[in-house]
């Protein structure tokens, strides 16, 4: 079992639709969950955080956790065709960063 | 406030050959991390450094060694290089734990190893 999983994807959502990307992790102990985009050839640019069960919100973007389920999702609203990119579920594991493989999100005009 | 640099940004090197990537941290992050990012993946952990000592690392052989130094920066070699080592190599940086700090990402070194 994969540590943190994510769709590969591509998710294709209509310019002006809510996208929702998903993220499952392994390790209860996991305190710290992150989201960072990456757009093709560039670096991962850090999106949004969050340590507490519950939602998160900043601007169009919320991320969702809910640690009995291991489970972490990002919803962006009103998506744009700019938000096309891969976006990377992290996690903490004792002294690292574990990564997902990243899903693909197509924004259509 | 200065960013997460890395150096250089792109490199071709032969199959048996040694490379020393280089990163500066972000101004008054004393933690860096390393990255190895092959086509279609997400980044996988080689290792990490805190106050010029390795402080955790991935499933990585040892011929990919670090180095961090007084003034934070950091270097990754790789000796003996194979071609599965192409990959973008990302340095992050952080102060303390990642609870207090999120990890922010240099722009990466694009190996390409023939």
């Known amino acids: 079992q994969k540590e943190v999983e994510q769709n590969s994807g591509p998710l294709s959502v209509p310019e002006g639709a809510i996208a929702s990307l998903n993220c499952t992790y392994s390790d209860r102990g996991s305190q710290s969950f992150f989201w960072y985009r990456q757009y093709s050839g560039k670096s991962p640019e850090l999106i949004m955080f969050i340590y507490s069960n519950g939602d998160k919100e900043d601007g169009r973007f919320t991320a969702q956790l809910n640690k009995a389920s291991q489970y972490v999702s990002l919803l962006i609203r009103d998506s744009q065709p700019s938000d096309s990119a891969t976006y990377l579920c992290a996690v903490d594991n004792t002294d690292k960063l574990i990564f997902g493989t990243g899903t693909r999100l197509q924004v259509f005009p | 406030e200065t960013g997460v640099t890395q150096s250089p940004t792109h490199l071709i090197k032969t199959r048996g050959q040694q490379v020393t990537l280089r990163c500066s941290s972000q101004s008054g992050h004393n933690t860096v991390s390393w990255y190895q990012q092959a086509l279609g993946q997400g980044p996988q952990f080689i290792f990490q450094y805190y106050r010029e000592e390795e402080n955790g690392r991935g499933n990585f052989p040892p011929r990919f060694s670090g180095l961090q130094f007084p003034n934070y920066s950091s270097e990754l070699n790789v000796n003996a290089l194979e071609l599965d080592d192409s990959a973008l190599y990302l340095c992050?940086?952080?102060?303390?734990?990642?609870?207090?700090?999120?990890?922010?990402f240099g722009n990466g070194t694009r190996l390409t190893v023939t």
């Open positions: 992050a940086s952080s102060l303390g734990t990642f609870y207090n700090s999120p990890l922010h």
